[in-house]
C-alpha cells in the first residue's frame, strides 16, 4: 500500500469518526433513572421546554455536553480533511534519484 493510499485510507476513517462523534445522540440520566435527551453535539434533536420541565439545569447541562463533544468532533473532522487534502496534493509520480 502507497503513502497516498494509506492517508486517504487514515484520512476517510478522521473524517467518518468525527462525524459519528458530532451525529450521535447524547442524553443525561435524571435522579430518576430517566433519559433526557440532548440531541447531538449540533443540538438536532434537543428539545429544551422538554428537558427545562423535568429542571432548568438539564438545559445548560446537555448544552455543556453538546459544546465538549464538538470539542471533540470537529478536530477529528479537521484532521481528517487534512490528510485527504495532502493526499491529493502530493505529487502522483514517484520521484526518481
Do not use: Q
Request: aromatic content about 6%.
Amino acid at each position: 500500500m502507497s503513502v497516498r493510499t494509506f492517508a486517504v485510507v487514515v484520512g476517510l476513517a478522521f473524517l467518518l469518526g468525527g462525524g459519528a462523534i458530532l451525529f450521535v445522540m447524547l442524553a443525561v440520566e435524571a435522579p430518576s433513572g430517566s433519559l433526557i435527551p440532548c440531541g447531538n453535539s449540533l443540538g438536532l434533536g434537543f428539545d429544551e421546554p422538554a428537558a427545562s420541565a423535568v429542571s432548568p439545569a438539564y438545559v445548560d447541562i446537555c448544552a455543556d455536553l453538546r459544546h465538549r463533544r464538538l470539542l471533540w468532533g470537529l478536530p477529528v473532522i479537521a484532521v481528517g480533511v487534512l490528510l485527504l487534502i495532502g493526499s491529493l496534493v502530493g505529487s502522483r509520480r514517484p520521484t526518481r534519484r
